[in-house]
Structures are given as structure tokens and as C-alpha cells.
């Protein structure tokens, strides 16, 4: 390679470099805001001066608001689904630990990101149908498609006499994630209701494990 070729192939790697970091710094930026205002109340003006890039930047890479409201929540369920199927694969633990596992991770995912509670309940009231083919859809939805895995995880521990004969795996997933979901979607009160501030409220949330896991066990023994 000449020496103006190898400059060539740098200064597009450079861009190539600087045109990832800037998608990366919009996507930061459009998640945190998307995350508090939901798809209706976010500009992309907003998005645009949070990430320090201009509007037209912002349309060059997404091309609308609303395909840049996708990336971002197919990102989300992207890191969620992964996590939660890696939970209901592990053989060597028994179906009652992979519940307390799949409580503890929920709601450690929501603490870490807290605006994802209200996130979820905006689209869900915006766009349901959405939500379903992306998050419960059996063939396409992210956590969809852990149902069949569940399912006969479910089954196997009927036959043994561990799990009741009528729970139903998309209701079971449901009762966990509203169990799990709904304490952070109405923090402000539960905080009020309880007169504790954020540390205890993060206490609140870790003894919740405990409490919400030993519920749906109960609830689900024969």
C-alpha cells in the first residue's frame, strides 16, 4: 500500500470512528430523554442539544423521530431479553430458584434504569399492539420467546408434583413483571404511602425480592 493510499484508508477509518461515536452519543442521548418523556413528549431539538450535535444530524442517521424511538426501545428489550432467557436455560438450578433469580433480576434492572418503568407504561397506554410484537409476540417478541422455553419448564415441574396444574406460563411472566414493575412506576407513592426517602426505598426494593419471589412461589405450589 502507498504512502497516500494508507493516509486514504486512515482518514476513513477516522470517519468511520467518529461517525459510530456520534450515533452512540444521539442513542445515549434520545434514550434518556425517550425514557422520561416517552415518544409523544420527546423533540428531536432536545435530543439534538443533549447529545451536542445538530437536528440534521440527528435526521442524517435515523431519518424520524419515530425510527429513532424504535432503535432505542429495540436496544432496551435487546439487553433485557438475553438476561432473562439466560435465567430459564440454566439446568443445574431448580425451577423455583430460577423464579427468585428472574424477580431479582427484574428488579435490579429497573433500579438500575429509573425511568424504564414509566417508559414501558407510556407505550403500553400510547401503543399496545407495538409492545406486544416487540415484547410478547411468541414468534418475534423479545420476551415472547422465552414463553415456550418456560412453558415446559412448567410442565416438567407439574409432572413432579412442584407447580399446580393451572398456571399458565404468559400469565405467571405477567404477574411477575407487574409485581416487579409496578412498586417503580408509582414510587413517588409508595415513598409517600410508606414516609421513606430514596435511600429506604432502595432497601424497600432489595427486601421486595424476598417478598415478591415468596409470593409467586406460594402462589403457584400445588
Excluded: W
Excluded at 20 to 43: D, M, V
Excluded at 102 to 118: H, I, M, R, T, Y
Excluded at 139 to 147: H, K, P, S, V
Excluded at 168 to 190: D, T
Amino acid at each position: 500500500m502507498s504512502e497516500n493510499e494508507s493516509k486514504e484508508q486512515k482518514e476513513k477509518d477516522m470517519k468511520i470512528e467518529k461517525g459510530n461515536n456520534t450515533e452512540e452519543k444521539i442513542l445515549a442521548s434520545a434514550k434518556r430523554i425517550f425514557f422520561q418523556k416517552g415518544l409523544k413528549g420527546a423533540r428531536m431539538q432536545e435530543i439534538a442539544d443533549d447529545a451536542e450535535v445538530n437536528k440534521a444530524m440527528l435526521h442524517y442517521y435515523f431519518r424520524s423521530k419515530e425510527r429513532l424511538f424504535e432503535k432505542v426501545f429495540q436496544d432496551s428489550i435487546a439487553n433485557v431479553t438475553p438476561r432473562v432467557t439466560e435465567v430459564f436455560l440454566e439446568e443445574s438450578v431448580s425451577f423455583q430458584v430460577k423464579i427468585g433469580r428472574l424477580v431479582g433480576l427484574l428488579v435490579d434492572l429497573f433500579a438500575e434504569e429509573p425511568f424504564l418503568s414509566n417508559f414501558f407504561a407510556n407505550e403500553l397506554a400510547r401503543n399496545p399492539d407495538k409492545i406486544f410484537d416487540l415484547v410478547l409476540d411468541i414468534e418475534g417478541g423479545a420476551i415472547g420467546q422465552i414463553i415456550p422455553i418456560l412453558n415446559q419448564q412448567i410442565l416438567e415441574a407439574i409432572e413432579v408434583g412442584k407447580v399446580k396444574s393451572t398456571i399458565r406460563p404468559a400469565e405467571l411472566m405477567l404477574n411477575i413483571f407487574s409485581l416487579c414493575l409496578l412498586p417503580m412506576l408509582s414510587k413517588g407513592l409508595v415513598q409517600r404511602t410508606l414516609g421513606i426517602d430514596d435511600n429506604h426505598m432502595d432497601r424497600f426494593m432489595q427486601k421486595r425480592k424476598r417478598t415478591v419471589t415468596q409470593f409467586v412461589l406460594d402462589a403457584i405450589r400445588p
